[in-house]
């Protein structure tokens, strides 16, 4: 059979949908090809996996690149035997050098388990151990390990600051092997390329030349620069043109779900009638209640039967839970998994037939990572894209399925050189070793300045041309936003271990008293919720209706870094503490299919739930006689419209993940700036430097948004132009007409 026919005989059960002619709206095939290999020297044969006899082409070049260069990434994507060729060189260093080790950087501890298992069955003579959150107390035992699977929060917070404990392990180090580096981006990647800088001079001063560093990732824009981003040294680069293993072709269809069906009910209808044929699928999803609800969906549609053999899988569960669920997908035990990003990196899963995306997922780095877990190398798949049409960026690729397919992936950015973060790191630096001059290697030439204000502020000591440090930091260094605080109680049991454990910024925007919130697909309800204890208890719920949040922002400046005037409007970017305040919910009926009937009610609270966090913004104001030509009472839908604008054409024009930026509007006018505002604001606590790079791009950002609003021919806005699902005010207020003339004014004062 031609490896096109798996692929169309999965096809045919969508075509037995009745609503198959008005859904299916674009098919994309992806060909197939065949595998290349390369050579090997006949002596390395014997350091193979077991039940591998040859190397891809991709595999054997880099191979033969480690014997000349000291850093190589392979960025050749999903399934492309990534893990064994970066550990390849390290199992042929051990030929010879019988006690060299190896360090492994991933990203996520369930990533790390499989490191350990590939590892240990690839050879079981070596000491495969991993240091993660769950291994505290055993330092002295991973320190004589042959090889270390680490986090980058326990490198940094783990074995840096007490790298003399390591010094054997480090003092032997053969390679460092980081995978899925595409992970390593924005504030966590900067982060992250700051301890990798920490973790070369610790090992300079054990070593006399740097370990070989190996890198995989995913597709992207600009793999290479990436790649020397993290380390600050020039990479060798392996890409996709090079990539030599065999692909059994993917068809993708572009899938509209009907006017009357949501994207969760949709997407549960399609899982559920592929699974019935037999069929292993995997579901991404990016927001978390909506795998639960996929799920719960799924099971109306199924026989009970098969209810077993579909599992929700995200952050917030129990490490036993997780781990039972990622041996059943290895095993195809399990047919179905719901998940959010978290299986985005390279989990295996068994033998995958479909991939449904529910939702774009920001970006085409993710969307590509997401469709290629799909297939096997001799047999294609199929990869169910459904849009969340109330987003126009999503609903853009309905008209535009060539930004979807044609498009290339984008590039990745991180500043390992912002003053804010390499203060922190420069004082945890200055701990390991006393920094000197010489550092700036790492640190770049403001390095110099910021020393000058530690020393001054008495956080670091200076003596001759040493800086040393009185304490390490480290701990309390924190490389990702939003770490796992609050505990969720079911009923008042606190003799077993909680339901599960989420963030705070989660906990306000999903867990207010009364919320319904899923877990594992089953509905509770949120009865205490105890801001200052971190605590949330919750009991089953059995109604047929479901919460959404009302929620007010309020952001505060905290600080303007710099500021464009353009006499009437004028635009400024700096630090801002954005608040959410979840002021009251409303009640929507489940298994209700749109309109108003659904609309159950409104509560509010008598006192808001709020959270706060630092982060960075761009901020314009518009001056009072300026906004004299649109009608009082249109002002703020207007200027709520222009911020949409905005909102939707920055991914476009910075390629970030739309999800890290967000935007509120201000009238009559801003407490601070006096005047009517409009923030467009990062997201995550720290920031993720989006708001500094639109900066300097603000007259393209407004250009692209007109032309947004102006390319779709509906009068008043719609979800093709100007609605955001993310939209606090539920894409209520919106005046396209305003905002376009408005973007007109503003485009003739650019010119
Ligand atoms: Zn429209
Ligand atoms: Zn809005």
């Not at 990062?682 to 947004?708: I, P, W």
């Amino acid at each position: 059979m031609n490896t096109r026919e798996h692929a169309e005989q999965i096809h045919m059960v969508l075509k037995a949908l009745p609503h198959y002619q008005v859904s299916m709206k674009r098919a994309q095939w992806f060909p197939e090809h065949k595998a290349q290999f390369g050579t090997i020297d006949p002596s390395f044969r014997g350091c193979l996996p077991p039940g591998i006899e040859q190397l891809y082409a991709h595999q054997a070049q880099l191979l033969s690149l480690t014997s000349t260069v000291s850093a190589v990434a392979l960025a050749t994507g999903v399934a492309s035997g990534k893990t064994y060729a970066l550990a390849l060189p390290f199992r042929i260093a051990r030929l010879k050098q019988k006690q060299a080790t190896a360090l492994c950087l991933v990203s996520t501890k369930a990533l790390a388990r499989q490191w350990q298992r590939r590892l240990q069955a690839w050879d079981p003579t070596w000491r495969v151990e991993i240091y993660t959150g769950d291994t505290e107390g055993k330092k002295f035992r991973l320190a004589q390990a042959d090889v270390v699977i680490v986090t980058p929060e326990k490198l940094h917070h783990g074995i840096l600051p007490q790298h003399q404990l390591w010094h054997t392990f480090l003092g032997r180090l053969h390679s460092v092997i980081l995978d899925d580096c595409q992970e390593y981006r924005g504030v966590f990647g900067s982060h992250v390329a700051l301890v990798l800088r920490r973790l070369q001079r610790v090992l300079l001063h054990y070593c006399t030349t740097l370990p070989l560093f190996m890198l995989g990732s995913a597709l992207m824009g600009n793999p290479r620069e990436h790649a020397e981003h993290l380390l600050a040294q020039p990479v060798e680069l392996i890409d996709a043109e090079q990539n030599g293993s065999a692909f059994g072709g993917c068809l993708h269809l572009l899938w509209q779900p009907p006017a009357y069906r949501s994207l969760v009910e949709e997407t549960a209808l399609l899982l559920a009638k592929i699974v019935e044929q037999g069929y292993r699928v995997v579901v991404f999803s990016h927001a978390r209640q909506s795998v639960e609800k996929i799920v719960d969906r799924a099971y109306r549609h199924l026989p009970s039967h098969l209810h077993q053999q579909v599992r929700p899988y995200r952050g917030g569960y129990t490490l036993d839970e997780r781990e039972e669920t990622e041996e059943r997908l290895v095993k195809e035990q399990v047919q179905c998994v719901v998940t959010t990003r978290a299986l985005e990196v390279g989990l295996e899963m068994g033998k995958i037939d479909v991939v449904i995306i529910a939702g774009f997922p920001g970006s085409l780095i993710s969307y590509y990572q997401q469709a290629g877990r799909a297939g096997r190398q001799w047999q294609s798949a199929l990869c169910v894209f459904v849009p969340q049409v109330v987003n126009a960026l999503d609903a853009s690729f309905l008209n535009h399925p060539e930004r979807l397919w044609q498009a290339p992936t984008e590039s990745l950015w991180l500043n390992a050189y912002s003053p804010a973060l390499l203060t922190m790191h420069l004082r945890c630096a200055a701990a390991e070793l006393p920094l000197t001059l010489q550092d700036e290697r790492w640190f770049g030439r403001q390095m110099d300045l910021l020393l000058k204000e530690l020393v001054q502020n008495r956080y670091l000591i200076q003596d001759d041309d040493h800086y040393r440090a009185h304490e390490n930091i480290a701990s309390q260094v924190h490389l990702r936003s939003w770490g796992l605080e609050v505990a969720i109680w079911k009923d008042d049991r606190r003799n077993v271990p909680p339901l599960e454990r989420t963030d705070r910024y989660h906990a306000v925007l999903e867990c207010y008293p009364q919320a319904v919130y899923y877990s594992r697909a089953v509905p509770y309800r949120v009865t205490r919720f105890e801001q200052t204890r971190d605590e949330i208890q919750v009991e089953r719920f059995w109604g047929a209706y479901e919460t959404k949040p009302f929620l007010t922002t309020q952001v505060d400046i905290l600080k303007e870094v710099e500021a464009t005037d353009d006499g009437p409007f004028r635009w400024a970017r700096g630090k801002v503490r954005v608040t959410h305040h979840v002021v009251g919910f409303g009640k929507k009926r489940k298994h209700a299919n749109g309109g108003q009937a659904a609309f159950l009610g409104r509560e509010d609270f008598s006192q808001p739930y709020s959270y706060s966090f630092e982060t960075n913004a761009l901020w314009m104001t518009f001056a009072e006689e300026w906004l004299k030509p649109v009608r009082q009472d249109r002002v703020k839908s207007v200027l709520h419209a222009v911020e949409h604008g905005w909102l939707l054409a920055s991914p476009l024009l910075i390629q970030g993940d739309r999800d890290e930026m967000n935007g509120v509007s201000v009238t009559p006018h801003h407490p601070q700036t006096h005047q009517a505002s409009i923030f467009l604001y990062e997201e995550c606590a720290g920031g993720n430097g989006y708001g500094e790079r639109l900066y300097s791009r603000v007259r393209e950002l407004s250009t692209m948004a007109l032309s947004l609003l102006e390319a779709c021919p509906c009068q008043d806005g719609c979800y093709h132009c100007l609605q955001i699902p993310y939209c606090r005010y539920l894409n209520e207020n919106l005046e396209k007409r305003g905002a376009i003339q408005l973007f007109h004014r503003l485009e003739k004062r650019f010119l």
